[in-house]
């Protein structure tokens, strides 16, 4: 595939600008290396000649680690940042596309184009103004990831889960609160724990489980615990992954 950045947008609108905002200016680096247990599924299962999309692709990290570690070649990076984009490009070489995958112009223009779609890390940034409405972007990304499948085609999610989720309820709206006011990140200790933006929607596994479950031609094919710790006296982190497979649906 040709390397190329579209810019797709219109369709029915659904997504938080302060969120684009934070990520096309502070850009941050993922560590690819939680998405070792979908390499060694790519490795298993695909051919040279399949196509991966990854949404929410950043810097191009997985991309990059696709790259080398599998013999996929077509592949595409999904993002809503020219920055990232710009990234991806230049380090992986691919195909890239700015848009969202909540877009549904973005979905009915790549319907049934892609063997595998790679999702990692993007669930809890897809953020409503409430967090019932953060559910509900959540749910639209996973069903509109199947959709841009081919039919027997894979969805492969690592994602960060915690709990309780009553928990989770109250860090999004302190930092709803709190980037209202500063509009920015306000950090505490380390990196990754921090105040305001970017405003953030957690899930527990068993939620997670539930968005497939109501999505039809979805079936979990595996899950796999990739981190399990202990934050604090209360609060339970468990990174997922899962590996969900669209299957037809008898009598379409």
């Known amino acids: 595939m040709r390397s190329q950045v579209a810019d797709l947008r219109g369709g029915k609108k659904m997504s938080d600008e302060q969120t684009h905002d934070y990520f096309d ?7 690819p290396t939680r998405f ?3 390499v060694e599924f790519l490795n298993h299962r695909s051919k ?10 950043g810097d191009g990290a ?14 595409t990076g999904l993002d809503i940042s020219r920055n990232y984009l710009d990234q991806t490009k230049r380090t992986v070489g691919c195909e890239v596309v700015r848009g969202s995958i909540l877009d549904e112009r973005f979905v009915q223009e790549y319907e049934n184009q892609f063997d595998y779609c790679t999702l990692s890390a993007v669930l809890h940034h897809l953020i409503g103004r409430t967090r019932k409405e953060s559910f509900r972007y959540a749910a639209a ?37 709190v980037g209202g006011l500063a509009n920015q990140r ?10 305001g933006q970017p405003v953030v929607s957690y899930y527990t596994p068993h939620q997670l489980r539930c968005f497939f479950a109501s999505i039809e031609d979805a079936e979990i094919a595996e899950e796999v615990v990739i981190l399990k ?19 037809e649906i008898s009598g379409r």
């Open 62 to 75: 997985i991309l990059q680690m696709v790259k080398d570690q599998t013999s996929i070649r077509r592949l």
């Open 186 to 195: 306000v950090e505490l200790f380390q990196q990754w724990m921090n105040l």
């Open 36 to 38: 070792q247990f979908a």
């Open 229 to 247: 710790m202990r934050l604090g006296a209360v609060i339970r982190r468990v990174d997922v992954g899962i590996i969900v497979q669209k299957v």
């Open 141 to 177: 990304c996973l069903h509109n990831a199947i959709r841009i499948l081919r039919p027997s085609g894979y969805l492969l999610l690592s994602e960060p889960t915690h709990a309780p989720s009553a928990i989770m309820d109250i860090v999004f709206w302190v930092k709803k609160c």
């Open 25 to 31: 200016k502070f850009t941050p680096h993922y560590d």
């Open 48 to 57: 040279p000649s399949d196509t991966l999309i990854d949404i929410g692709c």
